[in-house]
Nanobody
């Protein structure tokens, strides 16, 4: 059974940092690409960052230079380091894996950027 569990969200002031973590189980973790998505109130879910099995990364333009995605295959973990946070980064952040055309999601973790 595929399971993704996010953690690390919270309330942070503009300019601050957070590190999100996603623990994965129930699949051969190292062979799949992973992604972080976010969904703000009233908006569609959007891709924030992705990382392939060989650690190639891609980012949404809005977070380039501020966010860094990484993975630890031995620990079955994927991370999102978020720096220089802005109020517009406020959203629920979700971990994602696509296996044979099926998307799996975690429960999400809330990130709120506010003074």
């Amino acid at each position: 059974q595929v399971q993704l569990v996010e953690s690390g969200g919270g309330l942070v002031q503009p300019g601050g940092s957070l590190r999100l973590s996603c623990a994965a189980s129930g699949m051969s973790f190292s062979i799949y690409a992973m992604g972080w998505y976010r969904q703000a109130p009233g908006k569609q879910r959007e891709l924030v960052a992705g990382i392939t099995r060989d650690h190639t990364t891609n980012y949404a333009d809005s977070v380039k230079g501020r966010f860094t995605i990484s993975r630890d295959n031995a620990k079955r973990m994927v991370y999102l380091q978020m720096n220089s946070l802005k109020p517009e980064d406020t959203a629920v952040y979700y971990c994602n894996i696509a296996i044979r055309g099926h998307d799996y999601w975690g429960q999400g973790t809330q990130v709120t950027v506010s003074s």
